[in-house]
């Protein structure tokens, strides 16, 4: 039975820099298909959950989500109720279907096709879409690595690269649109190529994208040690537009508790590869990301991953609680950390951070730093430096997609707040 004639629509998404590109595309076809965008999905008549399995926490509040629309559904049978992403895949289909048969439409990860099929029939005039200042674009999808914890490869399949061209077109396409600035993303970015014709490496594709006239900033993630060859450091130090900035999950600091993730690399690997992205690219803000509480990690492996980062001196570091993922390797293993003491560790390592973080974001006092914006909000526009910094300010001028000189005069952990070096916008 077809939907009847839709309004409005509202999108929901959790999860990875990917689920946020693919719910930007979905929100620039049903636009397109003549839908507006609501904030309230009680408002809407098409809503679409953008799900992630990745940690039990993230499922936990999908599930919560979905239990939340079969009220909606019951007041209006007309909407049209679809969920795609992580949670959707050939070996959960039918438990899904059996709890909550009002869902009309189940499309597995990056499937916005099938929705726009789906509602094809109700299109009416287009309504504009507002492009972001900033925007991801995915470059690989899926995964090949057997990280034994993870899930993505279960559910987004093998890796598969695009075509340098047709990322390329992408990004000219959204410059035109008013985007200043792209992060191109996949599970494992920097394994960018190794698939398509002729082998192309993700320096070679950030080289290309450089030269998108109009395109300001350059970003990439997720990338894998593994993969942090020493031409992408190079391309990173060398091109104008790729800012200094870099992500690279390290998961644990203690050799046993990486191997028995699936790692392939030593603590010392790692440091190493630090020491030499910090000397070919100075002033780079780097990331990380950490698991605690992997089967059998004992409180002497944990201290190290602490030492790690308390050494290291990260700009940001991503904490997660291990919970097992069904059909991973890991799940097959003891859950053998109680979840009292998974949470403080997690607790240990957040508070480390904040105060390295802070230190860190303390050095920028008084300096100008140059901010690409993207938004207004609660009355202070919001933007990033090129290391990644959050940072507010305060004006009556427009400065959404403007590059503003901004003194810092506040630094926190998490954001800075500065004032304004400029009497007014560029090309005002």
């Not at 470059?139 to 890796?159: A, F, K, S």
């Not at 644990?252 to 070919?280: C, E, F, N, P």
């Not at 030492?307 to 993922?325: K, M, N, Q, T």
Request: net charge neutral; proline share 7%.
């Amino acid at each position: 039975m077809k939907p009847r004639r839709m309004t409005h629509y509202h999108i929901w998404t959790i999860g990875c820099q990917m689920n946020d590109a693919d719910s930007r595309r979905a929100a620039e076809e049903l636009q397109r298909l003549g839908y507006l965008p609501t904030s309230r999905a009680e408002e809407a008549d098409v809503v679409l959950l953008n799900t992630c399995v990745v940690r039990q926490k993230a499922e936990d509040k999908v599930y919560g989500r979905l239990s939340s629309l079969k009220p909606l559904k019951e007041r209006n049978p007309g909407a049209t109720i679809a969920v795609m992403g992580c949670l959707v895949a050939p070996e959960t289909r039918r438990d899904l279907e059996r709890r909550f048969p009002y869902v009309d439409l189940w499309l597995p990860p990056s499937e916005v096709k099938g929705l726009v099929e789906f509602l094809k029939d109700e299109a009416r005039e287009p309504v504009p879409f507002t492009y972001p200042v900033s925007a991801y674009v995915p470059v690989v999808t899926g995964c090949d690595q057997y990280c034994t914890y993870c899930i993505v490869r279960l559910r987004r399949g093998r890796e598969r690269g695009r075509p340098r061209e047709e990322v390329v077109e992408e990004v000219r396409c959204l410059v035109e649109r008013g985007v200043r600035e792209v992060t191109l993303v996949g599970q494992i970015v920097d394994s960018y190529g190794h698939d398509l014709p002729g082998q192309p490496t993700l320096a070679d594709l950030l080289g290309q994208v450089h030269e998108v006239e109009g395109l300001w900033r350059i970003r990439f993630l997720t990338s894998h040690p593994n993969f942090m060859s020493d031409r992408l450091i190079e391309a990173v130090a060398s091109l104008p537009k790729v800012c200094e900035h870099i992500e690279l999950p390290v998961q644990a600091g203690d050799d046993r508790v990486l191997k028995r993730m699936g790692r392939r690399y030593t603590v010392s690997q790692y440091r190493r590869l630090l020491a030499v992205i910090r000397r070919r690219i100075p002033g780079v803000s780097l990331a990380t990301d950490v698991i605690v509480g992997f089967p059998g990690e004992t409180e002497e492996e944990f201290r190290r991953t602490y030492r790690l980062l308390e050494e290291e001196g990260f700009d940001v570091v991503h904490v997660a609680a291990y919970s097992p993922r069904p059909g991973t390797p890991a799940a097959l293993l003891p859950d053998d950390v109680p979840s009292e003491e998974k949470e403080r560790r997690r607790r240990a390592l957040e508070e480390l951070q904040a105060h390295i973080a802070e230190e860190i974001n303390q050095t920028l006092l008084g300096k100008t730093l140059e901010i690409l914006v993207e938004e207004r909000r609660k009355g202070k526009w919001k933007g990033r430096t090129r290391t990644n910094k959050l940072v507010f300010f305060q004006d009556d001028s427009d400065w959404r997609g403007k590059l503003a000189p901004v003194q810092i005069t506040w630094a926190g952990p998490w954001s800075m707040q500065g004032r304004l070096n400029a009497p007014t916008p560029p090309g005002d």
